[in-house]
């Protein structure tokens, strides 16, 4: 008995049927959207946004390019402004006690602002020359603060880079001042060594000089004993001459 030849629209659904499912669901579906639509305004409004911005300062260091960058030389400009770590600077006690005074930070209840809150806002970079987000042969520190008042951040950043600033100054200015011992001691050092040398070279020379008079003499005395001993002949006939006389 040959297989029965299937009508390839026999499984076809009618979309007035779909229309028909939908429109009885009408209010179900109507529903859902609600609630969705509800809940993702509600989580807009009770979610705090949050802001970002960034101070960004460009590391130059003159002291580096004249003492440790010269061919020959064992740093380099990064390594010298490496000396320091950039997060214990821009996290100090201190610092962070600064920007909460000077700011007047303060939670909700009133009280001031803890380190460890304003701290968790804020982070530090560093990004060296041939890095895709600078424009700069000079190494640049990026200082973010995130938050959700952008007048607040703004205050905390430019603040912030005020402040470690003045600190990395400070900090490069005690560089340069042991940078300067170092070459005063070095060239104090290399003085004595060059006076010593001299010094040497001047008794040497006093006992070179000494030899040479030695040899002179004995040369002379070399040449006085056959001069004399040349007289001795012309001697003998002045005898001779005045014997007979």
Avoid: C
């Amino acid at each position: 008995m040959e297989d029965e030849v299937r009508d390839p629209y026999e499984y076809e659904v009618d979309l007035r049927d779909y229309i028909k499912v939908i429109w009885e669901q009408k209010w179900l579906i109507a529903l859902i959207f609600i609630v969705a639509v509800g809940a993702a305004l509600a989580f807009s409004l009770s979610s705090t946004p949050k802001y970002r911005t960034r101070a960004s300062l460009i590391i130059t260091s003159p002291i580096a390019d004249k003492l440790v960058s010269q061919p020959g030389g064992t740093q380099n400009q990064v390594d010298f402004i490496s000396e320091f770590d950039y997060e214990e600077v821009g996290f100090s006690n201190e610092l962070l006690e600064t920007i909460i005074t000077d700011l007047d930070l303060t939670t909700g209840s009133g009280e001031a602002r803890s380190l460890n809150s304003l701290r968790n806002q804020m982070s530090v970079s560093l990004a060296l020359p041939g890095s895709s987000d600078i424009d700069t042969d000079k190494p640049v520190l990026h200082l973010d603060v995130t938050g959700s008042s952008r007048e607040s951040i703004k205050e905390i950043a430019d603040k912030w880079g005020e402040l470690y600033l003045q600190r990395a100054s400070e900090i490069l200015s005690g560089e340069v001042e042991r940078y300067h011992e170092m070459i005063s001691d070095e060239y104090s050092k290399a003085r004595e060594d060059l006076q010593a040398k001299i010094e040497d070279r001047i008794e040497a020379r006093k006992e070179h000089n000494l030899q040479l008079i030695k040899i002179e003499a004995n040369v002379l005395r070399d040449r006085y004993k056959d001069y004399l001993a040349s007289l001795e002949p012309k001697k003998l006939d002045l005898e001779k001459k005045r014997a007979q006389l």
